[in-house]
């Protein structure tokens, strides 16, 4: 069975740093596409980044250099960290798992075969 635990998630002040953890396992980790996605209360939940096998990523625009995917092959785990966060960085993270990673392109919802719990992150101002 495929399980995404994800870790990390809390409230900072504007500025600060986060860095959120995905422990997954049940399937072959070098076979699949990882990524963050967000979801902010009346909000789509929509993708913030992904890297593929090969280790290559994708950043949503708004990341803007602050953010940073990446794995842990050894470990089964994909991070993001979070750096110069601002208030409307404030959402439910998600950790995700697709087949395959469009090219060049973030993951969207309908690619995804696996999902994590979630884990809050909460930026005041």
């Known amino acids: 069975q495929v399980q995404l635990v994800e870790s990390g998630g809390g409230s900072v002040q504007a500025g600060g740093s986060l860095r959120l953890s995905c422990a997954a396992s049940?399937?072959?980790?070098?076979?699949?596409?990882m990524g963050w996605f967000r979801q902010a209360p009346g909000k789509e939940r929509g993708g913030v980044a992904r890297?593929?096998?090969?280790?290559?990523?994708v950043y949503a625009a708004f990341v803007k250099g602050r953010f940073t995917i990446s794995k842990d092959n050894a470990k089964n785990t994909l991070y993001l960290q979070m750096n110069s966060l601002k208030p409307e960085d404030t959402a439910m993270y998600y950790c995700?798992?697709?087949?395959?990673?469009?090219?060049?392109?973030?993951?969207?919802?309908?690619?995804?075969?696996?999902w994590g719990q979630g884990t809050q992150v909460t930026v005041s101002s």
């Open positions: 049940g399937y072959s980790w070098g076979s699949v596409c």
């Open positions: 890297v593929d096998r090969d280790g290559l990523v």
């Open positions: 995700a798992a697709a087949e395959t990673c469009r090219w060049s392109l973030l993951l969207r919802v309908a690619d995804v075969g696996y």
